[in-house]
Structure formats: C-alpha cells, structure tokens
C-alpha cells in the first residue's frame, strides 16, 4: 500500500518496468498505462493526503479514473494490487475491493478476482510474482502463493498456498511445478537490485 511520496514512486516506476516501457511517460495512445499511473495517483491521495484542497483533487481524480477503467473495461478499486502490475491490454478485468494482489502481478483480459455468493467480503489474498492468464476466474477467501501462474480459464475456488506452481482447469488443481517463472517482469526486483 502506498504510505509515502516514496512509495508513489516507487509503485510508478515498478508499474513502468513491469509494463515494459521505455520512456517516463505514456504515449497518446497508451490508455493502460494512463490507467496505472491514475490509479496510483488515487491510492496516494486517499491513503496520504487529507486536506479540504486535496479531497477536492481526489475526487477528481477519482472521477478521470473511473471513466477510464469503464473505457478499458476495468473494474480495479485502489489499494488492491502491489507495485509491478502490468495489464496485458484492455478488456474486462474485475476485482473485487477486499482482493490483495501481491508484488509484480501479471493480469489478462477477462479476469475476476471476487468473492463467493455467500461471503461477501471474503476474498482472495493472492502472493508476489504471480501471472493470471486470460479469462482467470479466482474466487473465494483463498491464498495463492508467490510465483504461481493461474492457466488461461482456470477457475480456482480452493487455496493453493505453496509457491512456484502453475494451477489449471476447472476446477482448478496443480498441473505444474513451473510457476510465473518466464512469465513476467520482476520490476521490484529490478528497483531494489539497482539501489544496491
């Protein structure tokens, strides 16, 4: 979550590497990654600033914001996914607000992160370095752990704690021990080598 001016940075540029983009800011046409850096810029102001003036600002960036995500077809409250998200490319992608989406998450098109019927607050804690192919249904309280890789159209309603495996089918179950490896950019990873 985003505490600080640091940390603001800190997710901007991990969502630039992870998105694997060259320049500091997005070209006319690159609405993800406008839709990225609008999302940081809420989850900022509404976790860091507090004045009348900058309620006033938020809810205008709230408001560029959801007019975007309806445009893309995404549905992503603030504070849901760590820094080095890369959205593959625009097309429906529903979270739920109670979803938390660790490090260098690699999301495609058609995917739900929600909750069960009955439950609706219990959702899916979801580890670091993980890729969620195209049409991912994960529902449920669950956790998945770190370096997992969701297979395209898996529907995933039981947790699948242990790190480095790739979960496929319906219902979902271990099919590999391979894992996110290959299958996205560890932008973190990359900020804190270069601070070192």
Request: proline share 5%; aromatic share 8%.
């Amino acid at each position: 979550m985003i505490t600080s001016e640091v940390d603001y940075r800190f997710y901007l540029e991990a969502d630039r590497i992870a998105l694997a983009r060259g320049t500091k800011r997005p070209s006319f046409e690159d609405d993800i990654w406008k839709f990225e850096i609008l999302l940081r810029k809420v989850e900022y102001r509404k976790n860091c600033k507090h004045s009348s003036l900058s309620r006033l600002y938020l809810k205008s960036l709230y408001l560029r914001f959801h007019l975007l995500g309806r445009k893309l077809g995404f549905t992503i409250p603030p504070n849901t996914f760590g820094p080095g998200l890369a959205i593959a490319h625009r097309g429906t992608i529903v979270v739920h607000f109670n979803a938390r989406v660790g490090e260098n998450c690699r999301v495609h098109v058609c995917t739900d992160i929600g909750t069960e019927a009955r439950y609706g607050d219990k959702a899916p804690r979801i580890g670091n370095n993980v890729y969620l192919g195209p049409g991912a249904k994960i529902f449920g309280d669950i956790t998945i752990g770190d370096d997992s890789a969701i297979a395209a159209n898996a529907v995933v309603n039981r947790s699948f704690p242990e790190p480095h495996q790739t979960i496929g089918g319906i219902p979902a179950q271990k099919i590999s021990g391979k894992g996110s490896e290959g299958l996205l950019i560890r932008a973190t990873d990359i900020l804190r080598n270069k601070k070192s």
